[in-house]
């Protein structure tokens, strides 16, 4: 396989992993909220790894900067993900929620900055690197902005919608990042 083969394929598996893996395995009973969140976390680890992999075709230092911001907020995200799931005490929850908005909008503030610095290159068309930026800022803006409490009473409503457009951003990247040229 090659190098952009791969590439391509991890893009995917980072738009599509952890959909599958908590609406596929979480939400139908198949797995408990601590395996389904391992598991996930398998999955999610390939957004820092498909981004990288771009590095290796061209390098820009805004791309750079972004995989730097997407493997803090991503490192934070899974930490307040393992928490909830582990149920170590009856603050598990509130001390996992602290932390999580913080850390997933973080990342997706990353991959903002990681979409600017495609605008800068030709690895993309320019419309999908700016769909990959306003797509990351909006749900950064809306993670970044919103208290706890207002993302724990509507976060629900919005935070899938958003979610899923941005999973759909990263398979389209994945396709076109195997259907480009050498």
């Given amino acids: 396989m ?3 083969m791969v590439n391509g394929i991890l893009f995917i598996i980072a738009g599509l992993g952890s959909i599958v893996v ?3 395995l979480g939400e139908t009973g198949l797995l408990d909220k601590g395996h389904t969140e391992k598991i996930a976390a398998y999955a999610l680890v390939t957004i820092p790894l498909s981004f990288m992999m771009t590095r290796n075709f061209v390098r820009n230092t805004f791309i750079d900067a972004g995989l730097l911001i997407i493997v803090v907020g991503l490192s934070m995200g899974l930490v307040s993900d393992a928490i909830n799931s582990a149920k170590l ?3 598990s929850d509130s001390i996992g929620e602290a932390i999580a908005w913080t850390g997933w909008s973080i990342m997706y503030f990353g991959i903002t900055i990681t979409g600017i610095g495609y ?3 030709n690895l993309f068309p320019n419309w999908l690197s700016g769909l990959l930026s306003l797509t990351s800022f909006v749900m950064f803006a809306f993670l970044a902005i919103l208290s ?3 993302l724990s009473n509507i976060g ?3 935070v899938p919608p958003l979610w899923m457009i941005n999973s759909l951003v ?6 076109f990042t195997i ?3 050498d």
Avoid: H, N
């Fill in 2 to 4: 090659t190098d952009k």
């Fill in 89 to 91: 005490s009856a603050e």
């Fill in 179 to 181: 259907r480009r040229a």
């Fill in 119 to 121: 605008l800068r290159t």
């Fill in 148 to 150: 706890p409490e207002q």
């Fill in 156 to 158: 629900d409503d919005f």
């Fill in 22 to 24: 908590y609406m596929g």
């Fill in 170 to 175: 990263l398979v389209i990247l994945g396709i």
